[in-house]
């Protein structure tokens, strides 16, 4: 099976929390990510946690780490229809960060 | 500003023709890298590089190959193209010891 998975869809309403969830499989991954892929457009790095951490908060963004379920959450507080996007989840486990195994995404709706 | 570009946007071609796909980025980045992306499979590497002459076979590299003559560019070319060669083609940069990967916009490659 993928090494990260993601659930495929998430639909919230405006204002409301999002929560996007990962699952990876190698304990011996050193830097998780979170990026962001608006329509026809590369992909853009939101936030990242290094794995001997537990949660991360960046405005509205809120990263958990839970290293013996080796799951990742993103949390994205009042969310916004900008935030309409596909999300990806990713994984790199070399100490330089530079080889990255990805999630297959989760595509956020936000509806109005 | 300094950016990452690939050309062309799009490319329609037939079975069997050499396609070559160009990446040019000036953050005069040591990592290069070259990832598909296929529905529900996230980004895959297809070749990296570390620096001018180094090149490295990602997860799915057979097909492919890439040559860095010089630090901004690291062109992708396919030897023979294929219809299952038809994806989104994503070039990254990034610098050594970096945690973070800069992507560019993205090749639709069509392969008829």
């Known amino acids: 099976g993928e090494d990260v998975e993601q659930s495929l869809f998430l639909s919230v309403r405006e204002g409301d929390s999002s929560v996007i969830n990962c699952t990876y499989t190698d304990s011996s991954s050193t830097y998780l990510y979170w990026y962001k892929q608006e329509p026809g457009a590369g992909l853009q790095l939101l936030t990242y946690i290094f794995s001997n951490m537990d949660m991360k908060q960046d405005q509205r963004l809120t990263v958990l780490l839970n290293k013996k379920d080796k799951h990742l959450s993103l949390r994205i507080a009042d969310t916004q229809t900008g935030d309409s996007a596909i999300y990806f989840c990713?994984?790199?486990?070399?100490?330089?960060?530079?080889?990255?195994?990805f999630g297959g995404g989760t595509r956020l709706m936000v509806k109005p | 500003d300094a950016e990452i570009t690939q050309s062309p946007r799009h490319k329609i071609t037939e079975t069997g023709r050499q396609v070559t796909l160009a990446c040019h980025q000036t953050w005069n980045h040591n990592n290069m890298f070259w990832y598909r992306q296929d529905l529900g499979h996230g980004l895959r590497l297809i070749h990296y590089s570390y620096g001018v002459q180094d090149t490295n076979k990602g997860e799915v590299s057979d097909g492919y190959s890439v040559s860095r003559s010089n630090t901004e560019d690291l062109p992708l070319t396919l030897e023979s193209a294929a219809s299952s060669q038809t994806s989104v083609y994503f070039c990254?940069?990034?610098?050594?010891?970096?945690?973070?990967?800069?992507f560019g916009p993205g090749t639709r490659l069509t392969v008829t």
């Open positions: 990254a940069s990034g610098t050594s010891g970096s945690y973070e990967q800069y």
């Open positions: 990713a994984e790199s486990r070399d100490n330089a960060g530079n080889m990255l195994t």
